[in-house]
Nanobody, 122 residues
Framework: QVQLVESGGGLVQAGGSLRLSCAASGRTFSSAVMGWFRQAPGKEREFVAAIRRSGGSTYYAESVKGRFTISRDNTKSTMYLQMNSLKPEDTAVYSC???????????????WGQGTQVTVSS
């Protein structure tokens, strides 16, 4: 069992930066693949980024590649999403998820957090 809690969301101007955190409880964090997702109002949830257990491999949606960086600290059971050069279209609720297999879509993830709101003003 893994419980996930996101933090770090807020209001930022276009071009600004935010760093999201996803704190996990449970003993299986280091064995889980972790991912970030987002859902804008009126839209489907979409994949943002994923990171393998060791942190050695990362995967990104094309829309965030080069601007967002996913990372994890297994000693702290925490995953991060550094978001730079934010755009108004990045506005969404951002959620983290855990899985025991690598996935780059929204399907099949085993555990989800509640989400944190990110709003980017123009």
């Amino acid at each position: 069992q893994v419980q996930l809690v996101e933090s770090g969301g807020g209001l930022v101007q276009a071009g600004g930066s935010l760093r999201l955190s996803c704190a996990a409880s449970g003993r299986t964090f280091s064995s889980a693949v972790m991912g970030w997702f987002r859902q804008a109002p009126g839209k489907e949830r979409e994949f943002v980024a994923a990171i393998r257990r060791s942190g050695g491999s990362t995967y990104y949606a094309e829309s965030v590649k080069g601007r967002f960086t996913i990372s994890r600290d297994n000693t702290k059971s925490t995953m991060y999403l550094q978001m730079n050069s934010l755009k108004p279209e990045d506005t969404a609720v951002y959620s983290c998820a855990a899985s025991y297999a690598l996935r780059t879509t929204t399907a099949g993830w085993d555990y989800w957090g509640q989400g944190t709101q990110v709003t980017v003003s123009s």
